[in-house]
């Protein structure tokens, strides 16, 4: 995907949060909840790129038949049955590679030695989980490690070493992927940048981690307990939201002179050519609700921005990195001129780049050449609408559908702004000559073009956007009320990216990036 973007012009390729998650609970697929952000989601790991087409070819014939094509085939992701398929394959080549070659058990043996005990103990967690006797209930789902018994709770209890000496094996299985998952990150940033990006990979750091995670089980002296993080009440969410994750102490990492902060930079910046820091307000203050509180009912706890801030320059010029800061929702004065300071860029993001109105009126849109320029250019991001969803209002249905709708809000009034809202972005986009009327179908390729003119250094466009669905990644405030995180886009994004929409719209960024402008990362 990198490779085919890159001869489209494209300088980056970011992902969402790889980071490590829950093999005894592939359910669980919100990157943006993981177990521990010092390590990576293993089901991404790509063994062939790592140990050779020939030994995953081994393995899986050794798994006897399995029905590659129909763990593809839906719409929707199946995490746990395609997990589950991954594991088998994983397993076969962990027992296989005493008999892939001294250079790859070298590899291995250097990986494991550079991660350290911090590997070990999210290891050890794996283990630990997926043991029915330690950690099911009586259905058998896995538990959360603050329900295990209390011998189990503390990751240097002499229990717990003693379980990790007798299952040695077994941990050891959990250190490979981790290493399959680096080498193979590792891997594809090298193939974007040989593939002539100039950013090539660009990973997402979470907010936070689940508080049921191997980093809180681990490092619980380092995070906040009794509170869950989230946003207060905005125009989005009117409710407020409860992400129900948590976050550093700020008096640990006073403490321990910011070291848990640095270490979870580091793992982020490790193997690509940059970094977004999800909601990067979190670094002046985040908003904490307490157990059983209602997300409105929280309160802002202050976090040490400016050490935070600095280290994270330090660590991308360290690594000639590039670093962008989701500074959207309720955001602190004098916080995005902090991140300008500090070469971190912000993000303009179509949906609230508006001029002053009226308070009940729809805001104007605000033409791209007056957005600010110290930041990323987007037309939306993976809580919003895309493009084509926002025109046809499917935001507004879910809100109504979730009922997440504000007090005072009904949809009816929401899509009468909306129609207001859409004439408006139209005329705003198409220019003076274009037709009166809105067409109704959304105008992506013009849409996208506008936003590429922004004079921002980097823009960055969404697959989905690309592809022209209806429907984000994600719903905020929801959980299994829509297919969050599991929803595929309707084709091979690398070879749809020479499919005449895809190249319609791809043409349109291009032109308005202009002669001499950088080409636009996607």
């Not at 094509?69 to 962990?94: G, S, T």
């Not at 490092?219 to 009794?226: N, S």
């Not at 905005?234 to 640990?252: E, K, V």
């Not at 007090?407 to 207001?420: D, F, H, K, M």
Request: with cysteine.
């Amino acid at each position: 995907m990198a490779q085919q973007l890159a001869r489209e012009g494209a300088d980056a390729l970011m992902l969402s949060p790889a980071h490590a998650m829950f093999s005894a609970d592939p359910a669980a697929c919100s990157p943006y909840g993981p177990s521990n952000r010092l390590f990576l989601n293993a089901a991404y790991a790509a063994p062939a790129d790592v140990l050779g087409e020939d030994a995953v070819r081994a393995a899986m014939r050794s798994l006897g038949p399995v029905d590659w094509a129909a763990l593809d085939a839906p719409d929707r992701i199946d995490w746990p049955r395609a997990a589950a398929v991954r594991m088998r394959l994983l397993r076969r080549l962990h027992a296989a590679l005493p008999r892939l070659g001294e250079g790859v058990r070298r590899d291995y043996r250097c990986f494991v030695a550079g991660e350290g005990q911090p590997l070990k103990d999210h290891a050890v967690f794996e283990c630990l989980q997926a043991d029915p006797a330690i950690a099911a209930d009586e259905r058998g789902r896995p538990l959360p490690w603050t329900r295990w018994g209390a011998c189990w709770r503390d990751a240097r209890a002499p229990g717990v070493r003693a379980y990790a000496r007798a299952h040695a094996r077994e941990v050891d299985f959990h250190c490979f992927l981790q290493w399959l998952a680096a080498a193979s990150l590792r891997g594809a940033h090298h193939a974007a940048r040989g593939a002539g990006m100039r950013i090539g990979l660009m990973a997402d750091l979470a907010v936070g981690t689940s508080p049921a995670g191997s980093q809180a089980w681990s490092q619980a002296g380092h995070l906040l307990e009794g509170v869950s993080i989230g946003a207060p009440p905005d125009l989005y969410s009117p409710l407020g939201q409860n992400w129900h994750l948590t976050a550093f102490s700020p008096h640990a990492l006073r403490a321990g002179a910011q070291e848990p902060f640095l270490a979870v930079l580091r793992a982020g910046l490790a193997h690509v050519g940059g970094l977004r820091i999800d909601h990067v307000a979190g670094f002046e203050r985040i908003w904490v609700i307490p157990e059983g509180a209602g997300a409105a009912e929280g309160a802002y706890l202050r976090m040490p921005a400016r050490e935070l801030l600095a280290l994270t320059a330090l660590e991308a010029w360290r690594r000639q990195a590039l670093v962008v800061g989701e500074n959207l929702g309720t955001v602190p004065a004098g916080l995005d001129a902090a991140l300008e300071r500090n070469g971190i860029l912000g993000m303009d993001v179509l949906w609230f780049m508006r001029q002053p109105a009226p308070r009940r009126a729809p805001a104007p849109f605000l033409p791209a050449s007056h957005w600010p320029p110290a930041a990323a250019a987007m037309a939306t991001t993976h809580d919003l609408p895309t493009l084509a969803g926002w025109w046809q209002g499917v935001d507004i249905d879910q809100r109504e559908q979730a009922r997440l709708l504000g007090p005072g809000e009904t949809a009816s009034a929401l899509r009468l702004r909306r129609a207001q809202e859409r004439a408006q972005l139209w005329t705003c986009v198409a220019g003076p000559g274009a037709a009166a009327a809105p067409p109704r179908r959304a105008p992506i390729a013009a849409m996208l073009g506008f936003v590429a003119a922004a004079p921002c250094p980097l823009v960055l466009t969404t697959l989905e956007d690309l592809a022209g669905v209806l429907e984000a990644p994600n719903v905020p405030g929801t959980v299994d009320e829509f297919p969050n995180w599991r929803r595929r886009l309707p084709e091979d994004a690398a070879r749809a990216c020479v499919s005449p929409a895809w190249r319609e719209r791809l043409d349109a960024i291009r032109r308005a990036r202009g002669p001499g402008r950088a080409p636009t990362p996607t």
